[in-house]
T-cell receptor
Framework: DGGITQSPKYLFRKEGQNVTLSCEQNLNHDAMYWYRQDPGQGLRLIYYSQIVNDFQKGDIAEGYSVSREKKESFPLTVTSAQKNPTAFYLC????????????FGEGSRLTVL | SQQGEEDPQALSIQEGENATMNCSYKTSINNLQWYRQNSGRGLVHLILIRSNEREKHSGRLRVTLDTSKKSSSLLITASRAADTASYFCATEPGAGSYQLTFGKGTKLSVIP
């Protein structure tokens, strides 16, 4: 079945550590996205990528980094520079940036201890 | 920046009743989408309505769009306990900007 796989589902991190969240899709989609969701809030865009080896900052990119070395993969690194990293992180993909519908993974919940 | 704002923030109804959620936005759009999120899960796309459309149906879902009022509504008819979830509207701006902007959502509880 085609879809988006995020891992790990739950992650605990000590302050000062970097952590990388995995996102893999087998939908053959060109565009991929990372969103952050805080309790009772909507989604805020962290980074997005339209094509391999290219990505753009979203509204809240500070303290995060991404790479897009393969079409299927768009990992997100939460660095120690992110002041409040505890959140639910969602990866999504679409056939193109202007296509509309996003397909989401099941999310990764990061807790900083 | 969050453009879509859903109303109400929370809604509780009995099974079999209709549920209506509203979304308002501020700038012109190419399309507006509705998504559903079960607790602790990813979002699932429900329906997309383009700026030149006024109404769209999908099963028990009916979406309307009023671009003059910059608002949309999502109606779920004959609700079921399984409809319990949070519902988000997302707007895709026009004029070359393609980033979807999500609202804070309406939390729907359907009581059996």
């Amino acid at each position: 079945d085609g879809g988006i796989t995020q891992s790990p589902k739950y992650l605990f991190r000590k302050e000062g550590q970097n952590v990388t969240l995995s996102c893999e899709q087998n939908l053959n989609h060109d565009a991929m996205y990372w969103y952050r969701q805080d309790p009772g809030q909507g989604l805020r865009l962290i980074y997005y990528s339209q094509i391999v080896n290219d990505f753009q900052k979203g509204d809240i990119a500070e303290g995060y980094s991404v790479s897009r070395e393969k079409k299927e993969s768009f990992p997100l690194t939460v660095t120690s520079a992110q002041k409040n990293p505890t959140a639910f992180y969602l990866c999504a993909s679409s056939t193109g940036l202007t296509t509309g519908e996003l397909f989401f993974g099941e999310g990764s919940r990061l807790t900083v201890l | 920046s969050q453009q879509g704002e859903e109303d109400p923030q929370a809604l509780s109804i009995q099974e079999g009743e209709n549920a209506t959620m509203n979304c308002s936005y501020k700038t012109s759009i190419n399309n507006l989408q509705w998504y559903r999120q079960n607790s602790g899960r990813g979002l699932v796309h429900l329906i997309l309505i383009r700026s030149n459309e006024r109404e769209k149906h999908s099963g028990r879902l009916r979406v309307t769009l009023d671009t003059s009022k910059k608002s949309s509504s999502l109606l779920i008819t004959a609700s079921r306990a399984a409809d319990t979830a949070s519902y988000f509207c997302a707007t895709e701006p026009g004029a070359g900007s393609y980033q979807l902007t999500f609202g804070k959502g309406t939390k729907l509880s359907v009581i059996p």
